[in-house]
């Protein structure tokens, strides 16, 4: 059964993850741990929990319990003092406080949810994600980092304010997996806080699996605005510490009306410039999910409204570990 570690988080890591879950592999999910906006963030604040967004997304995401276990732990509060909560987020936050360690934390939420797989933290200490731009300013936050959308300046340097050891078994997952995945997701708010935990990229330098990096179907504004394929291919790749030897990245249309929710929002679709300039093998196809997206109400981040399609994608992934 072949190994595969997912690196990231949020919706990135919940589509990889809820494709891969149907085929027979062996999934490890490594996972960010510095998000701080949302219902996350106020859970963090006013709690003094570790973050539990990206946690629970994921837990869902490998979950083979009934579906109403899964709806209620990606159920959101429309009203009320819990309104924008999320029940997941609630419920582990909850688990924090009354288990001896946060390895029982999870083993609760596993056999709660039946998971397939296993869900790790990257790290489970605290620390503040932080950039530097081009232009010398400096961002220090998540939450801030990620709704700071009217910076044209691209990133110069992300670290993490203070340094923070990596959890144990992230290193062990890395180094014995055949299959790597890192991404899709916010390059700097959901992927790149995972490989700045002391110990990761070194495990990621030094590991004989073979690295897979998912192309973002789409820019983001304050993080990657304007980047092309080949400027998000060499920023990975200098904080894992080696090119990737597979990128999957998307081909094909997109429909017009999102290209234009996007344009709104200063985003556009990631263009394929390499023209040979990458060693490693691209694997080009349909990738994304032409379902459509719904944003609950009560959620007061504003979301994308594109996504990969968890089938077409575990597909790709497959035809690369086979």
Known sequence: MKKIAVIGGGTGSFVVLS?????????????TMMDSGGSTGRL??????????????????LSDAPDLWRKLFLYRFTNGDLEGHNFGNIFISALEKVCPDYDTVLETANYVLKT????????????????????????????????NKTEHAHIKNAYLEPKIKTNKHVIEYITNADLVVIGPGD????????????????????????????????????????????????????????????LIMHSGSIPKFILDWYNKHNEIAVKNDLNGSYT???VER????????NQSEADKVTRSILRHDAGKLSKAIMSIAK
């Open 44 to 61: 963090r604040d006013q709690l003094g929990v570790l973050p539990p967004g990206d946690l629970r997304q994921c837990l869902v995401a």
């Open 187 to 246: 390059l700097y708010t959901s992927i790149i806080p995972v490989l700045l935990v002391d110990g990761v990229k070194e495990a990621l330098k030094n590991t004989q699996a073979q690295i897979v990096y998912i192309m973002n179907l789409m820019t983001k504004s304050g993080q990657t605005s304007s980047y092309t394929a080949k400027q998000f291919l060499a920023d990975i790749s200098r904080y894992i510490g080696r090119e990737p030897e597979y």
């Open 286 to 293: 349909d990738l994304i999910d032409r379902s459509g997206f």
């Open 280 to 282: 490693g093998v691209v």
């Open 116 to 147: 397939k797989g296993r869900v790790l933290p990257v790290t489970y200490e605290k620390a503040t994600l932080c950039v530097e731009y081009e232009n010398g300013k400096v961002v220090k936050g998540e939450s801030n980092i990620d709704e």
């Open 19 to 31: 494709g891969l879950k149907t085929h027979d592999v062996d999934l490890t999910s490594i996972v």
